[in-house]
């Protein structure tokens, strides 16, 4: 079977085993490996090529070390040296002397061997975490940084396992050891000199020309190139790849370079994570289960405990401790480089090579289920203890209270302070307090649908209530409670969607607000407006438009648990509206007074463009809404 025809077969059964794992709550990660598995000898056996398609899949993880280091501007690496250098070399140096002395001590293994196998397994996938992170939208987390700034080290550091290896092998004329630093230094500077006097010049060239496209060519040229030249000198492609992204880390082309590899990379990657699964000798879990499933479970939890000990020791609270030791947990795609060359040294038999790579594997795979088991049920039970309690308002009244402080309720919040209007807000997302009191802003931690929180707030001396919290169940029981208990009190209500705004009016609200309406409808006029209509002509389109979608929502009220009449009443609704459009019918000929307390827009949004229009809507009660804006 050809190269081409097999890498066509792993990218369609990825297209379509990764979505399905990904609805069942799979790590894409995972797909992959699973995809590989299927695909490989231990399964259907389809792609009999494992080794050819390494070769290209491990661009993968060079095009990512390569967008890891134009992360690492020299900046922001002086920002994080205490959680690279201290907690990276910490996490590599403790975990591989724990790994080392459990394999020299139970499994017998030679000294070089235990070392080598130890340092290794100490190593994490970068790949594998980050994406990872990025699935779970954790990367910009206190434990997301934490893990990355590690995993930098531990890719940095896999760079002097691979030169000790062949002393320890006792080569004298190998081209690592002395000769890899020596030959590490001459091309790291001769890479610097390149990108200061060659490569930036030459992508301003490339810019110039207007030929944008080519951009992307260049960055794959360097890279390439780079690599190539890593690998004639013996040196690690991934260190390669890693030093150019670093040295161009600075450049004005930064993020153009980025945006044009990641698509690359993550195609990559996922064939290498394909190609790791198709290697796996799946048999050899039934002919050595306790070595294996318990290898892999033992490295896990080794890895886990070192890294948590070492978080508390440097007073890290046990919520980001655990987490950066499950991101941590498992063995990496580093593993698999080191063990390799290992084995090309003879300091690895080939018989121990196949159950440690498969307990890497392994590792990987269990990982998803061991963060899930720490983020849904140990740390509830950690946390529940010392659960923060909500804040102690101050005994004073305003008039005004805001109950969730997103979007929309700071916005509220932002124009009485403006005007000098004193209020309570209150919120129970304690990173939004944290931000807002960071700032100097003042921002009570509390539940708004408790009774006692309301009456401590002052509730019963407020004029304004504005109900602006997320949860769309949450809002309807706050709103029953006020409507009922506080008659007199004018009750502002956000609603997040049409069905949200039905079930409020059912209870009688009359002041509401749907999000992103307004400014929807603000944007739909400036659209008119560039597209060549008048002011006015756009202005009494939307307007009109606005007329017939309140006139819509009356009439849905009775009938929008039904879905089919719903559906039907919207195709009524355009058919309508196309009708009045053609007819050159004027919002003038229907009734305003029935849309009084309609918000209106200004400029942010909508205009009222001539005293035409002022006088059409004379009788109109309306407020000037300013954009939709988020802090």
């Given amino acids: 079977m050809s190269l081409l025809l ?22 894409t990660v995972l797909g992959y490996l699973f995809t590989g598995i299927l695909l490989g000898p231990s399964a259907f056996n389809i792609a009999n090529d494992p080794e050819e398609i390494m070769h290209l899949a491990e661009f993968g993880v060079i095009l990512l070390m390569f967008l890891i280091g134009l992360e690492l501007r020299p900046q922001r690496l002086w920002e994080m040296r205490q959680s690279i250098f201290v907690m990276g070399s910490l996490q590599v140096g403790v975990t591989g002397l724990v ?8 499994f017998q293994q030679s000294l070089p061997a235990s070392f080598v196998i130890g340092f290794a397994l100490a190593l994490s996938s970068t790949a594998f975490v980050l994406q990872l992170l990025e699935e779970k939208q954790q990367l910009n987390t206190t ?10 080290f531990q890719d940095i550091a896999a760079i002097p396992l691979l030169a000790i290896i062949p002393l320890l092998a006792g080569s004298e004329s190998s081209h690592h050891g002395v000769a890899y630093f020596a030959a590490i230094i001459a091309t790291f500077t001769g890479l610097f000199l390149f990108s200061r006097y060659v490569m930036r010049p030459f992508f301003r060239f490339v810019a110039r020309s207007g030929a944008t496209e080519l951009i992307t060519a260049v960055g794959l040229f360097i890279v390439l190139g780079v690599v190539l030249l890593m690998d004639t000198l013996g040196i690690s492609t991934t260190l390669g790849a890693f030093l150019t992204g670093v040295l161009l880390a600075d450049s004005e082309f930064r993020h153009e370079l980025e945006a044009s590899i990641a698509p690359f990379k993550g195609l990559l990657l996922g064939l290498f994570f394909m190609t790791v699964g198709m290697t796996t000798q799946i048999s050899l879990i039934a002919d050595m289960p306790l070595l294996i499933i318990g290898g892999a479970v033992s ?17 890290m609270s046990w919520t980001n401790s655990l987490m950066v030791a499950t991101c941590l947990a498992q063995g990496g795609e580093f593993a698999f480089v080191v063990l390799n060359v290992a084995k090309s040294e003879k300091v690895l038999a080939e018989a121990i090579m196949e159950p440690i ?3 890497v594997t392994l590792s990987m795979v269990l990982t998803p289920i061991f963060f899930w088991l720490v983020s849904t049920q140990v740390l509830p039970l950690i946390n529940r203890d010392s659960a923060p309690k909500y804040d102690e308002i101050p005994n004073e009244h305003p008039a005004l209270i805001v109950a969730g402080f997103g979007r929309v309720g700071q916005i509220v919040a932002r124009l009485a302070r403006i005007r000098h209007f004193t209020f309570t807000a209150i919120d129970n997302n304690l990173q939004k307090i944290d931000f807002v009191r960071r700032y100097g802003g003042t921002l009570y931690y509390g539940d708004v649908t ?28 706050v709103a029953r409670h006020i409507l009922l208990n506080y008659p007199n009190l004018t009750l502002l209500v956000r609603a997040r969607d049409r069905y949200h705004m039905h079930l409020l009016r059912d209870v009688g609200v009359k002041h509401i607000w749907r999000e992103t309406y307004l400014t929807s409808l603000g944007m739909g006029y400036r659209a008119l407006c560039e597209l060549g209509m008048s002011k006015q002509e756009a202005y009494d389109s939307v307007e009109l438009f606005r007329n017939y979608d309140e006139e819509l929502l009356t009439r849905q009220q009775r009938i929008y648990t039904d879905e089919q009449k719903l559906f039907e009443s919207y195709r009524d609704f355009i058919s309508e509206l196309e009708h009045l459009f053609e007819s050159d019918a004027q919002v003038e000929n229907h009734n305003p007074e029935q849309y009084k307390d309609v918000p209106d827009l200004d400029e942010s949004g909508l205009e009222r463009p001539t005293a035409k229009a002022q006088t059409t809507h004379a009788k109109h009660d309306r407020i000037n809404i300013m954009r939709d804006d988020e802090n």
């Fill in 6 to 27: 097999q890498i066509t077969i792993f990218l369609g059964a990825a297209l379509i085993l990764v979505p399905l794992g990904k609805k069942l709550g799979i790590a």
């Fill in 299 to 315: 490295l896990i939890l080794i890895k886990m405990i070192v890294m948590a000990a070492i978080a508390r020791y440097k007073k």
């Fill in 143 to 152: 434990h997301g940084q934490q893990s990355f700034s590690i995993l930098l």
């Fill in 99 to 106: 790994l080392m002395g459990t394999i020299y001590l139970i």
């Fill in 357 to 359: 790579t498969l307990i």
């Fill in 450 to 477: 408790q009774p006692d929180l309301l009456r401590a707030a002052g509730i019963e001396q407020a004029k304004v209530f504005v109900l602006a919290i997320d949860n769309v169940e949450d809002s309807m029981n």
